[in-house]
T-cell receptor
Framework: GENVEQHPSTLSVQEGDSAVIKCTYS??????FPWYKQELGKGPQLIID?????GEKKDQRIAVTLNKTAKHFSLHITETQPEDSAVYFCAEGSFKTIFGAGTRLFVKA | ETGVTQTPRHLVMGMTNKKSLKCEQH?????MYWYKQSAKKPLELMFVYNFKEQTENNSVPSRFSPECPNSSHLFLHLHTLQPEDSALYLC?????????????FGSGTQLSVL
């Protein structure tokens, strides 16, 4: 079945630096890739998504890139702030949502 | 507020107790989901309901019994649980089940089984 691998499991950056989280998927027919952010004490929240007809999508300090040939997609956060500290989940959602294992991001002030 | 409300936020129960988790969505969605979140499996799908009908049961033990009386409400009835069932139980909803689901999650119920 479909599988989503996510790396790294933990990421620590200094405030103002960039953070990159990478995911790979196995089904070449996949075409929808959402990203969720889970803050402490809350459920995951959709923050950005990308479909396979585009290679990149930006929303302020957040961007996602997709390489269909390599079956990779990534989340880029620029100018990180302490409030970006959370667990981030990538997912593949073409038929049903399959989540990655999550990345715990720490932004040090 | 995400539009998906879960109660209670915290629950402690003994292995012989019976309790229920409640979820309500105010988004007009047709699909509702139960997920289990633990250190071992961060987001594990348990059940899916679409238009009140159960469409997926991910090999969940029978000590977990879901109920969906209408598209806005979802329950998870718990009985004879084991300590390894201690986890965060998340409810989610989406407009419809299937392709390109955008999931809206509640804040979860933190369950401890003693």
């Amino acid at each position: 079945g479909e599988n989503v691998e996510q790396h790294p499991s933990t990421l620590s950056v200094q405030e103002g630096d960039s953070a990159v989280i990478k995911c790979t998927y196995s089904d070449s027919a996949s075409n929808y890739f959402p990203w969720y952010k889970q803050e402490l004490g809350k459920g995951p929240q959709l923050i950005i998504d990308i479909r396979s007809n585009v290679g990149e999508k930006k929303d302020q300090r957040i961007a996602v890139t997709l390489n269909k040939t390599a079956k990779h997609f990534s989340l880029h956060i620029t100018e990180t702030q302490p409030e970006d500290s959370a667990v981030y989940f990538c997912a593949e959602g073409s038929f049903k949502t399959i989540f990655g294992a999550g990345t715990r991001l720490f932004v040090k002030a | 507020e995400t539009g998906v409300t879960q109660t209670p936020r915290h629950l402690v129960m003994g292995m012989t107790n019976k309790k229920s988790l409640k979820c309500e969505q105010h988004l007009g969605h047709n699909a509702m989901y139960w997920y289990k979140q633990s250190a071992k499996k961060p987001l594990e799908l348990m059940f899916v309901y679409n238009f009140k009908e159960q469409t997926e049961n991910n090999s969940v033990p029978s000590r977990f019994s879901p109920e969906c009386p209408n598209s806005s409400h979802l329950f998870l009835h718990l009985h004879t649980l084991q300590p390894e069932d201690s986890a965060l139980y998340l409810c989610a909803s989406s407009q419809d089940q299937g392709a390109d689901e955008k999931l809206f999650f509640g804040s979860g119920t933190q369950l401890s089984v003693l």
